[in-house]
């Protein structure tokens, strides 16, 4: 565990410019990984699928660029913004409410351990210190901090990812929000954030970068192409019969398209191994 100081010349300008940012903090792990545009993803540790699969689908659109994904190691939209960073190979910064050595929520030890070795660990708090109650909002205003935005993913009206997205608006860094049902308690953050805080609703990563490239001094050029795959007219046939973010039953789908029932569940297959859907315990879920 090493130490970084305010007065420092590699402590991370967009932390030196929060009303308070830590006078230190400790870290473990790549320090250079500060260099590249931070963006920050929180959300719900009581994410529903539809959550788990847009943080899935927008970090994956956004590994086609240099950036850091920097978020909390909380349970839920935490915990799966984290590890998507790392398995589409892009960088990603925890920041915890705790010491580095007493890892909290306890079940991302490994997570941790596999974040210090690929990203980057930080904390203000010394190794052993406990995640007390007041610690989180304080650990929220370094996620904010670090980051040029912030994207808010399923939130309910109090909630530690509101906090974030309030911090990130104080420190003047854009807001992002993937819209959610506002029937249910995860959209009613989303909302408020529309209606009170000038936040973009999104859908993509790239609508995220499209916005970010309008600041001149961020540099978000795609560093890996993009691989095309030629969908076949029956592909698009089975794909169009279902709703964008929304389930769709296999009898819906058969319905629609008029194929017999294992021809439907083979481009069902080829969809999902395509990253065109998700399976949702035999509910079908079109993702673009």
């Known amino acids: 565990m090493q130490t970084l100081r305010l007065t420092d010349k590699i402590y991370p300008q967009m932390l030196k410019e929060i009303h308070d940012p830590p006078t230190q903090f400790f870290y473990k792990g790549n320090l250079n990984i500060l260099d590249r545009t931070c963006i920050a993803v929180v959300g719900t540790r009581r994410c529903t699928e539809y959550g788990k699969m847009m943080t899935e689908k927008i970090i994956e659109e956004l590994s086609h660029y240099e950036v850091t994904i920097v978020s909390g190691l909380a349970k839920g939209i935490d915990t799966i913004a984290h590890k998507s960073a790392i398995k589409n190979n892009l960088k990603t910064i925890a920041v915890l409410p705790s010491g580095l050595v007493d890892i909290y929520p306890p079940e991302n030890k490994n997570l941790a351990q596999e974040i210090s070795e690929k990203g980057l660990l930080i904390s203000e708090y010394e190794e052993n210190s406990e995640p007390v109650k007041y610690k989180f909002p304080q650990r929220n205003r370094i996620i904010s901090g670090l980051s040029v935005a912030t994207l808010v993913i399923e939130a ?44 973009y609703p999104i859908s993509s990563g790239q609508e995220i970068i499209e916005q970010l490239s309008l600041q001149p001094k961020l540099k978000l050029e795609a560093d890996k192409p993009k691989i095309a795959y030629n969908i076949s007219q029956e592909e698009k046939e089975i794909l169009f019969s279902m709703t964008v973010n929304r389930e769709t039953s296999l009898e819906k ?9 294992q021809k439907i569940l083979t481009i069902l297959s080829l969809l999902e191994i395509n990253n065109f859907i998700v399976n949702n315990g035999g509910k079908y879920i079109r993702k673009c």
Request: charged share 30%.
């Open 156 to 199: 309910p009206e109090k909630s530690g990812a509101l906090i974030t997205a309030r911090l990130a608006l104080e420190q003047n860094r854009e807001i992002f929000v993937v819209p959610q049902d506002v029937d249910k308690f995860q959209g009613i953050g989303a909302l408020k954030l529309l209606q009170k805080c000038g936040a």
């Open 253 to 261: 789908i058969k319905e629609k398209s008029k194929f017999e029932t």
